[in-house]
């Protein structure tokens, strides 16, 4: 379907009887007929009666039907023309659902507030307007949501209506699992608005969702439900390595190890300082002391790998894997990490970010296998293809973490549907085409996982971005830097 990039301004019709005044070459490219239409922003109609007129970019509302629409002026936005149900629409209008935000305008979301910066952003320069929201700020009665939208640098909150779909970033499993989360999905299902990224995602469910897909099982380590002492011994009786993970954890936190020794077992965690090892004579003592340190939280146990790395210290590989603007599962970065402990290798525990080239190069595999990028990047995409078979809900991204044994073999470590958007874990793109550390005050083009996103969220608010636009972008970007 065809789409024209247009600004709309608000201004009293010279005529009374004319509530929307289109440039006439969008009339002409879109064919559209002068004469009464509907119109819609977000999920709010009106009837309104349509001329064209010789400007070639900007398009004039009545304020009175700008107010109904909640449409906001000033800003850049797509246009189509649905000729099957005479209907005008604007758009895309994004929302981004959040847990919390405050008050302060050039940094509302604290760590999160350059990625959402980066959204509003590109989603203006492309046409189009991102709004951040909480739950208790939609209105069902009026179909609108009271959120922030960013204008000239600062976030000012303003009243919309429902947008075309929404991209949950709710940054707490606490506050996903409350009811009103469930709700909202319930309602915008059927309103039939897109809403995806529904949920943390937890390990065991995972786990045992790709275990019933054949071509899955190969790269999934042996994992069981840690619920009994017996559980325990099963595992350390089958391998030298084993690690006890919480079903519901991210980011390396409440990760432990255990290694069979002629000591007996050895318990490892992951500390500030590096780690902090425990030595038990018994599989029954380490069963207690590992009951104790869990709290009666939900833990599963997993097969130890021998992954390459350095020092003894693990390397592992973070695969962002998103839907693009066809609605297809594809990689938008990859970045290798070299763990600070011989535990785990997240950044958020003292790890460090390294080029996957290089960490192939310098680190393995050593035991006559061989491992690609591009290997890695491709079992990465099957895998986020086979998940989404496999469980319910919609995504659209996916971190997934991908370890590579000293023998080459790849495996899948763990898959995260809210993958880290902060200044200090979001990569930018480096020389090789991967992402490496981020570089805030030097940086040029946006971040592959923010444009894809857009894409992503365009093609589901009836937008696509066209196949060309792309090409565009960059010539128009080629002759910006000629004139300077």
Not at 245 to 257: A, F, L
Request: charged share 25%; hydrophobic share 35%; proline share 6%.
């Amino acid at each position: 379907m065809l789409q024209v990039r247009t600004t709309v301004r608000a201004l009293e019709p010279t005529s009374a009887e004319t509530d929307l005044y289109l440039p006439k070459s969008v009339c002409r490219k879109l064919k559209i007929p002068l004469t009464a239409l509907t119109i819609q922003f977000g999920s709010i109609q009106a009837t309104g009666q349509v001329k064209e007129f010789e400007r070639s970019s900007t398009t004039v509302i009545r304020p009175s039907l700008a107010r109904t629409l909640r449409i906001p002026t000033g800003i850049p936005l797509q246009l189509r023309y649905e000729a099957n149900l005479r209907r005008l629409v604007f758009g895309p209008l994004i929302g981004i659902l959040i847990s919390r935000f405050s008050q302060n305008a050039r940094n509302p979301y604290g760590t999160f507030t350059p990625f959402l910066n980066e959204i509003a952003d590109i989603c203006r320069q492309r046409g189009g307007v991102a709004v951040a929201f909480r739950m208790q700020d939609v209105n069902w009665e009026t179909e609108t949501v009271r959120g922030l939208i960013r204008r000239n640098g600062l976030w000012h909150t303003a009243t919309l209506p429902l947008p075309q779909c929404i991209y949950n970033r709710i940054g707490n499993r606490k506050s996903e699992k409350a009811e009103e989360l469930e709700t909202l999905i319930t309602r915008c299902k059927e309103r039939q608005i897109p809403f995806f990224n529904e949920h943390f995602l937890n390990k065991w469910h995972v786990h045992r969702a790709l275990q019933a897909v054949p071509e899955a099982t190969p790269y999934l380590p042996k994992t069981v439900r840690y619920h009994a002492h017996q559980d325990l011994v099963e595992m350390v009786g089958s391998f030298p390595s084993v690690y006890a993970k919480p079903t519901n954890g991210s980011m390396g936190k409440g990760i432990y190890q255990i290694r069979t020794s002629s000591a007996g077992y050895k318990l490892t965690r992951p500390t500030p300082e590096g780690t902090a090892t425990q030595t038990f004579r018994d599989v029954m003592s380490l069963h207690r002391a590992l009951q104790k340190q869990t709290k009666g939280k939900a833990y599963l146990l997993q097969q130890g790998l021998s992954l390459i790395g350095r020092n003894g210290k693990p390397t592992d590989f973070r695969v962002l894997v998103q839907k693009d603007r066809r609605g297809k599962w594809s990689v938008s970065s990859l970045v290798a990490r070299l763990g600070q402990n011989k535990v785990v290798s997240n950044i958020a525990r003292g790890g460090s970010m390294i080029s996957p080239r290089q960490a192939l190069l310098i680190c393995g595999p050593r035991l006559g296998g061989s491992t690609s990028v591009e290997e890695i990047k491709q079992v990465a995409q099957r895998l986020a293809t086979m998940l989404e078979d496999s469980i319910q809900g919609h995504y659209a991204e996916f971190g997934v973490d991908l370890g590579v044994d000293t023998r080459g073999r790849i495996w899948l470590l763990e898959v995260n549907s809210k993958p880290s958007k902060s200044t200090s874990s979001v990569q930018q793109p480096d020389v090789d085409g991967e992402e490496g550390e981020p570089q805030p005050s030097l940086r040029r083009k946006p971040r592959p996982s923010v444009v894809r996103m857009l894409d992503y969220a365009a093609y589901l608010s009836g937008f696509p971005l066209p196949s060309n636009e792309k090409k565009k972008v960059k010539v128009a970007k080629k002759r910006k830097r000629k004139r300077r």
